[in-house]
């Protein structure tokens, strides 16, 4: 079983470029989100979805973006790469609403220079 | 403003001491608290508490919740190496889709 997918698992961009981390669920869960995870900050949620074509910002959405046009595909985007995005990120899914267990991916390792 | 925090953010023990990890919130619509433990990648899922006063065990690991103090503590016994990782506190809110994170709490059990 698949599960939560993430790649790539490692990425070093240069500041002002841009990629897309891709994350993808087998599960038919219709809710994903989009974690980072920094020192000491616990995970913050970034963006997540709660069904295809419907998105919307989290705690820390600022230079990301996301979209949402398969129930199993949510990738995330950094258009301009900051150092201050140099982080973990974590894709997460469900099966919609609270009660339900959450399932992360591996997680991608992506250091800005 | 919803909160969750955890204590200590870091710890060290021997190899078969014992370890209480905290974990306090306030947050609104309270429907679970839930323990995560993080090694290299990926949180696993350790417990998902939602009544107070009820133990919940796995082998050496165990947790509880008090709804009226607002808090939950993870008492981990006869600490192993294998139980260095980052323990990770979330709450879950009735109606919303999001788990809300502590800051997690670093153990480190040297031999």
């Known amino acids: 079983n698949a599960g939560v997918t993430q790649t790539p698992k490692f990425q070093v961009l240069k500041t002002g470029q841009s990629m897309t981390l891709q994350c993808a669920q087998d599960?038919?869960?219709?809710?994903m989100s989009w974690y980072r995870q920094d020192p000491g900050m616990g995970l913050r949620l970034i963006h997540y979805?709660?069904?295809?074509?419907?998105?919307d910002q989290g705690e820390v959405p600022n230079g990301y973006n996301v979209s949402r046009s398969t129930t199993e595909d949510f990738p995330l985007r950094l258009l301009s790469a900051a150092p201050s995005q140099t982080s973990v990120y974590f894709c997460a899914s469900r099966r919609g609403g609270s009660g339900n267990t959450i399932y992360f991916g591996e997680g991608s390792w992506l250091t800005v220079v | 403003e919803d909160k969750v925090v955890q204590s200590p953010l870091s710890l060290v023990v021997h190899e078969g001491d014992t370890v209480t990890l905290n974990c306090s919130y306030e947050v609104t619509n309270f429907r679970s608290l839930l323990w995560y433990k993080q090694e290299k990648k990926a949180p696993t899922f350790l417990f998902m508490l939602t009544s107070s006063g009820i133990e919940k065990k796995s082998g050496r690991l165990s947790s509880i919740l008090d709804k009226k103090e607002l808090f939950s503590i993870l008492n981990i016994t006869a600490t192993q190496t294998g139980d260095s990782a980052i323990y990770l506190c979330a709450v879950d809110q009735t109606g919303a889709n999001n788990l809300f994170f502590g800051t997690g709490t670093r153990l480190t059990v040297i031999p």
């Open positions: 599960m038919n869960h219709e809710y």
């Open positions: 979805s709660v069904g295809a074509g419907i998105t």
